[in-house]
Protein backbone atom coordinates (compact mmCIF):
# COMPACT_ATOMS: atom_id res chain seq x y z
CA UNK A 1 0.00 0.00 0.00
CA UNK A 2 1.28 3.85 -0.58
CA UNK A 3 0.79 4.27 3.00
CA UNK A 4 -2.26 6.23 3.01
CA UNK A 5 -0.74 9.22 1.58
CA UNK A 6 -2.71 11.42 -1.42
CA UNK A 7 -0.48 12.74 -4.13
CA UNK A 8 -0.85 15.34 -6.82
CA UNK A 9 -0.08 14.92 -10.15
CA UNK A 10 -0.14 17.56 -12.69
CA UNK A 11 -1.26 16.48 -16.44
CA UNK A 12 -0.81 19.24 -19.16
CA UNK A 13 -2.31 20.00 -22.25
CA UNK A 14 -0.40 22.11 -24.63
CA UNK A 15 -2.91 23.41 -26.86
CA UNK A 16 -2.05 24.36 -30.70
CA UNK A 17 -5.12 25.26 -32.38
CA UNK A 18 -7.03 22.11 -32.68
CA UNK A 19 -3.68 20.08 -31.99
CA UNK A 20 -2.41 18.56 -28.71
CA UNK A 21 0.97 16.99 -27.78
CA UNK A 22 1.22 13.38 -26.78
CA UNK A 23 4.24 11.39 -25.72
CA UNK A 24 4.20 7.89 -25.88
CA UNK A 25 5.51 6.07 -23.34
CA UNK A 26 8.00 3.42 -23.51
CA UNK A 27 7.16 -0.56 -22.96
CA UNK A 28 9.98 -1.22 -21.10
CA UNK A 29 10.15 2.06 -18.82
CA UNK A 30 9.92 1.08 -14.85
CA UNK A 31 6.60 1.75 -12.44
CA UNK A 32 7.12 5.49 -11.36
CA UNK A 33 4.55 5.07 -8.48
CA UNK A 34 1.99 6.36 -10.47
CA UNK A 35 -0.27 5.36 -12.74
CA UNK A 36 1.67 2.33 -14.41
CA UNK A 37 0.57 2.00 -18.53
CA UNK A 38 3.57 1.57 -20.29
CA UNK A 39 2.92 1.83 -24.39
CA UNK A 40 -0.44 4.59 -23.64
CA UNK A 41 0.15 8.13 -25.07
CA UNK A 42 -0.25 11.02 -22.83
CA UNK A 43 0.35 14.02 -21.89
CA UNK A 44 3.61 15.96 -20.39
CA UNK A 45 3.06 15.96 -16.74
CA UNK A 46 4.18 14.18 -13.48
CA UNK A 47 4.20 14.61 -9.74
CA UNK A 48 3.97 18.37 -7.94
CA UNK A 49 7.12 18.67 -5.55
CA UNK A 50 7.40 20.08 -2.09
CA UNK A 51 7.24 24.13 -2.17
CA UNK A 52 6.52 24.48 -6.13
CA UNK A 53 3.05 25.84 -7.23
CA UNK A 54 1.00 23.57 -10.14
CA UNK A 55 2.13 26.29 -12.36
CA UNK A 56 5.38 26.03 -11.07
CA UNK A 57 5.45 21.91 -11.30
CA UNK A 58 3.61 21.63 -14.89
CA UNK A 59 5.97 24.33 -16.53
CA UNK A 60 9.21 22.21 -15.03
CA UNK A 61 7.39 19.13 -16.18
CA UNK A 62 6.93 20.45 -19.54
CA UNK A 63 10.42 21.47 -19.77
CA UNK A 64 12.13 18.28 -18.03
CA UNK A 65 9.92 16.29 -20.59
CA UNK A 66 10.15 18.37 -24.11
CA UNK A 67 12.35 21.61 -23.72
CA UNK A 68 9.14 23.75 -24.20
CA UNK A 69 8.34 26.66 -22.38
CA UNK A 70 4.90 26.80 -21.67
CA UNK A 71 2.61 29.94 -20.58
CA UNK A 72 -0.83 31.29 -20.35
CA UNK A 73 -1.64 28.34 -18.17
CA UNK A 74 -5.25 27.68 -16.50
CA UNK A 75 -6.51 24.79 -14.43
CA UNK A 76 -9.27 23.06 -16.20
CA UNK A 77 -10.41 20.42 -13.85
CA UNK A 78 -9.22 18.77 -11.28
CA UNK A 79 -9.65 14.67 -10.70
CA UNK A 80 -9.17 11.72 -8.41
CA UNK A 81 -7.10 9.22 -9.83
CA UNK A 82 -7.94 5.91 -7.94
CA UNK A 83 -6.19 2.86 -8.24
CA UNK A 84 -4.87 -0.41 -6.04
CA UNK A 85 -3.04 1.21 -3.37
CA UNK A 86 -2.44 4.08 -5.45
CA UNK A 87 -4.37 7.77 -4.87
CA UNK A 88 -3.69 10.86 -7.05
CA UNK A 89 -5.26 13.99 -7.57
CA UNK A 90 -4.53 15.01 -10.87
CA UNK A 91 -4.42 18.65 -11.87
CA UNK A 92 -5.68 19.18 -15.27
CA UNK A 93 -3.81 21.97 -16.38
CA UNK A 94 -3.91 23.66 -20.21
CA UNK A 95 -1.29 25.81 -21.80
CA UNK A 96 -2.68 28.15 -24.31
CA UNK A 97 0.83 29.18 -25.56
CA UNK A 98 4.04 27.49 -26.06
CA UNK A 99 7.53 28.56 -27.12
CA UNK A 100 11.06 26.51 -28.10
CA UNK A 101 11.72 23.78 -30.31
CA UNK A 102 10.36 20.06 -29.52
CA UNK A 103 12.48 18.23 -27.95
CA UNK A 104 12.29 13.85 -26.26
CA UNK A 105 13.98 14.91 -23.69
CA UNK A 106 13.38 11.81 -21.16
CA UNK A 107 13.68 9.18 -24.49
CA UNK A 108 14.25 6.04 -21.51
CA UNK A 109 10.60 7.75 -20.44
CA UNK A 110 8.81 8.31 -23.61
CA UNK A 111 9.96 6.69 -27.07
CA UNK A 112 8.34 10.11 -29.29
CA UNK A 113 6.33 12.98 -28.94
CA UNK A 114 3.87 13.83 -31.52
CA UNK A 115 1.57 16.73 -32.23
CA UNK A 116 -2.25 15.16 -32.81
CA UNK A 117 -5.42 16.54 -33.81
CA UNK A 118 -8.21 16.21 -30.99
CA UNK A 119 -10.77 14.43 -33.93
CA UNK A 120 -7.83 11.87 -34.94
CA UNK A 121 -5.99 10.54 -31.35
CA UNK A 122 -4.14 7.30 -31.15
CA UNK A 123 -6.30 4.58 -29.69
CA UNK A 124 -4.24 3.62 -26.71
CA UNK A 125 -4.12 7.26 -24.52
CA UNK A 126 -2.98 7.03 -20.74
CA UNK A 127 -6.34 6.74 -19.10
CA UNK A 128 -6.25 10.06 -17.16
CA UNK A 129 -5.44 11.62 -20.72
CA UNK A 130 -7.70 10.15 -21.94
CA UNK A 131 -10.21 11.01 -19.38
CA UNK A 132 -8.81 15.06 -19.66
CA UNK A 133 -9.53 15.04 -23.36
CA UNK A 134 -13.24 13.65 -23.34
CA UNK A 135 -14.19 16.26 -20.86
CA UNK A 136 -12.40 19.01 -22.64
CA UNK A 137 -14.47 17.44 -25.81
CA UNK A 138 -17.50 17.85 -23.98
CA UNK A 139 -17.07 21.19 -22.30
CA UNK A 140 -15.80 22.83 -25.97
CA UNK A 141 -18.91 21.04 -27.47
CA UNK A 142 -21.60 22.62 -25.05
CA UNK A 143 -19.66 26.13 -25.25
CA UNK A 144 -20.16 25.70 -28.97
CA UNK A 145 -24.02 25.11 -28.66
Known sequence: MMDGVIKVGLGIMIKDENKVLLGHRCEDYGDTGGIYEPGSWTFPGGKQEYNETIFEGAIRETKEETDLDI?????FNVVD???????YITIQIIANKFEGEL??????????????ELNNLPQNLYTPTK???EKYLER???KKR
Not at 71 to 75: H, R
Not at 81 to 87: A, E, G, S, T
Not at 103 to 116: A, G, R, V, Y
Open 71 to 75: ADLEV
Open 140 to 142: DHK
Open 131 to 133: EFI
Open 81 to 87: DIQPNKH
Open 103 to 116: KNLEPTKHSEWKWF
